[in-house]
């Protein structure tokens, strides 16, 4: 393990916030992740794990060590079902190559959730969603590292408390454990496709495409976010920057009073809607807003960007900013989805 102090974490989160990290450890295998967890035990160091850094701000320097998962590896583990494939996946592969890698192999599931930027390992902590599927379709199981003990834990789909953009990992079992690798379950021969969500179905139509395969649909899931989404290396951001909020009906209902034209969706619970926190902040007048290099995209008001040279605090700042302007008007509470360090 090469252990490196005072180490720029600006190439490590597509924020592209320019921090340091007062260790820094790259770990490629389960012994040198054992490895720096004891010496982080022994020197009482507090541990950060990081893995592609597209879901996290960095507002100051990182006390203490932060581990890149680098724990690579993908193989088919059980191929002996007839319509399904189990695969194993190290916790630092990058989820893009993953998915790119299973559709090669004709396996079905994980189309929809083309072009999401981060960490096979990142993938179970807020269960990461996109056009209408989420990673808790197709998981099986995850291996992690107790943090505090260095025990290796297995936890099964439930044992993850999977919610919408949510996991125990982001609640009870926050900075516990580092995962290693995950399990999933993928389809094969008869695929189960998911077209309805967004602008699938018309981009397909636009390619010219009536019998869509897997592949066809991770195309379209693929020109849909290049055209609307910022590209991390040209304009630094961690996607959505707001979970999209749930209020109950009778306030939805209330508030079509006022707002007819209120953008809503079923919520995940029973009795509540979801709305989307991207056309909230539009109607606040945000999107395209710049205030020195910290901004709101002007093509989905979600995203909060760092033209250049932003810092955490700026850009924490432009996000207080926005949850009041839309507590205001509309009496919402945004929450961000973005982890603040
Ligand atoms: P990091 O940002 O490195 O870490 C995120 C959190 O997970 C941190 O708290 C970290 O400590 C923890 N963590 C990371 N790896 C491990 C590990 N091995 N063990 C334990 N804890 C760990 N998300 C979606 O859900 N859907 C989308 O469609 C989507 N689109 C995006 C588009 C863009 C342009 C961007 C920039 C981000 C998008 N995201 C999306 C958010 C992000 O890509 C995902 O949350 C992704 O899973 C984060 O992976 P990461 O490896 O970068 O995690
Ligand atoms: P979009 O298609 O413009 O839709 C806006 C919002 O409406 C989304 O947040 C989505 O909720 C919701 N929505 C749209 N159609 C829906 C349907 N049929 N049923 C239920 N909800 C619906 O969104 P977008 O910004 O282009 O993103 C497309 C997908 O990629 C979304 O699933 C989004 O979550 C995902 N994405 C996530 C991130 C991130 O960082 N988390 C970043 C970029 C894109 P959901 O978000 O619940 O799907």
């Not at 960490?119 to 995850?142: C, H, M, R, S, W």
């Amino acid at each position: 393990m090469e252990l490196l102090s005072h180490h720029s974490l600006r190439p490590y989160n597509t924020f592209g916030m320019d921090c340091r990290a007062e260790f820094f450890a790259r770990v490629a295998d389960l012994s040198a992740l054992l490895e720096a967890l004891q010496w982080a035990r022994q020197k009482q160091q507090p541990i950060h794990i990081l893995g592609g850094g597209s879901n996290v701000l960095l507002t100051a320097d990182v006390p203490g060590l932060v581990l890149h998962n680098a724990i690579k590896g993908i193989e088919v583990v059980d191929a002996t079902a007839e319509d399904a494939v189990i695969i194993a996946a190290g916790a630092g592969v990058t989820w893009h190559d993953l998915v790119m890698w299973s559709l090669q192999q004709d396996l079905g599931g994980l189309e929809n959730l083309s072009l999401i930027p981060g960490t096979a390992g990142a993938a179970p902590i807020q269960n990461i969603g996109a056009y209408g599927v989420e990673l808790k379709d197709v998981f099986e199981k995850l291996e992690a590292v107790s943090i505090e003990d260095g025990q290796l834990h297995t936890f099964s789909n439930a044992d993850c408390r999977f919610g919408y953009r949510d996991s125990i990992f982001k609640n009870e079992y926050k900075n516990r454990y580092c995962i290693t690798k995950i399990y999933l379950k993928l389809s094969k021969g008869a695929h189960q496709l998911h077209t309805g969500y967004g602008a699938i179905q018309e981009t397909l139509e636009a390619m010219g495409i009536r019998q869509a395969t897997i592949q066809d649909v991770s195309k379209a899931v693929i020109y849909i976010r290049s055209s609307k989404l910022p590209n991390p290396a040209e304009i630094g951001n961690a996607g959505s920057f707001f979970k999209n909020p749930e209020i109950e009906i009778d306030r939805l209902e209330a508030l079509k009073e006022q707002y007819p034209h209120i953008i809503s969706f079923a919520g995940t619970t029973p009795g509540y809607a979801k709305v989307p926190a991207g056309w909230l902040i539009d109607q606040c007048g945000w999107r395209g807003y710049r205030q020195g290099d910290a901004g709101c995209y002007d093509k989905q008001a979600l995203v909060l960007v760092n033209y250049g040279h932003a810092t955490g605090a700026e850009i924490t700042s432009l996000a207080r900013n926005i949850v009041a302007s839309v507590k205001e008007k509309f009496g919402i509470v945004l929450s961000p989805e973005v982890n603040i360090w």
